[in-house]
């Protein structure tokens, strides 16, 4: 083991990331339950080299972390939400759209910290901000279709079905939390940012999380070209946006 580990430190970072991310998705395909679509695995292969190229095996393991957690609330309740038409497509299986939909603002925080390292510690925190603000998202939307008791709509706060775009319910954002600061804590224990960061990612992701549903309910159908990934990659930016002004004003230096 010491001498594989040595061989690995004399690697490029980018060629261990292209190395492991195929690794993992030779595992993928032979797994029986699909995650994601073939050209959704071969997306994957390019952010987990990006990824591990910028950020190193941290950035990398946060991104895995997100995507198992974020499958898994996908299928909580699947019976029921495909049996009122509410569930994703696929069965859940994400495709490129998906994939960048929700990786786009942390694969540019990831590039804009190999351009600019002296931002590093606050670009690494928008980038565990994108990635809380999305699961976040993703938990409130699943949990709330599934077993959100009442579903309001977040312009009018009139009741609608579950599925609704732009509906909240209390289930649903009380799962949204959750899975916004089980991203941030990991973040913190992969080192990636620091305790405070926590709080700025968890409040980001919260006010990014009830935007987008603004978004949902107002102006996503009007988006021409892949309005639902629009509509992530801008709920994803505030997020690691609004991570960082927080910690900035908590902390200017």
């Known amino acids: 083991m010491p001498s594989v580990l040595s061989f690995l430190q004399t690697l490029s970072p980018w060629w261990v990331g292209a190395g492991v991310t195929g690794l993992l998705i030779l595992v993928a395909i032979a797994l029986p339950k699909k995650i994601l679509t073939p050209a959704g695995l071969a997306h994957a292969w390019v952010l987990g080299t990006i990824t591990w190229g910028g950020l190193g095996w941290p950035g990398f393991v946060l991104i895995m972390f997100y995507l198992g957690a974020g499958s898994a609330v996908t299928f909580v309740g699947m019976d029921q939400k495909e049996a009122a038409g509410i569930a994703e497509e696929r069965s ?64 009018t706060f009139q009741p609608v079905p579950p599925g609704t775009e732009g509906a909240v319910s209390l289930e649903g954002t009380m799962a949204g939390m959750a899975g916004s600061v089980a991203v941030a804590l990991f973040g913190w224990i992969t080192g990636l940012i620091e305790p405070m960061g926590i709080v700025g990612c968890a409040i980001a992701a919260f006010v990014a999380t009830n935007i987008e549903s603004v978004l949902g309910a107002t102006i996503e159908e009007k988006i021409p070209v892949y309005p639902h990934h629009v509509v992530n990659i801008i709920n994803t930016a505030i997020g690691a946006i609004g991570a960082i002004i927080l910690v900035l004003l908590k902390d200017p230096k």
């Open 92 to 155: 859940g299986q994400r495709g490129p759209g998906n994939l960048w939909g929700s990786a786009l603002t942390g694969t540019v925080c990831t590039l804009s910290a190999l351009i600019w390292p002296q931002y590093l510690a606050l670009l690494k925190l928008g980038f565990v901000a994108s990635f809380a603000t999305k699961l976040s998202d993703t938990c409130a939307s699943e949990v709330g279709k599934a077993y959100g008791r009442r579903t309001y709509l977040i312009t």
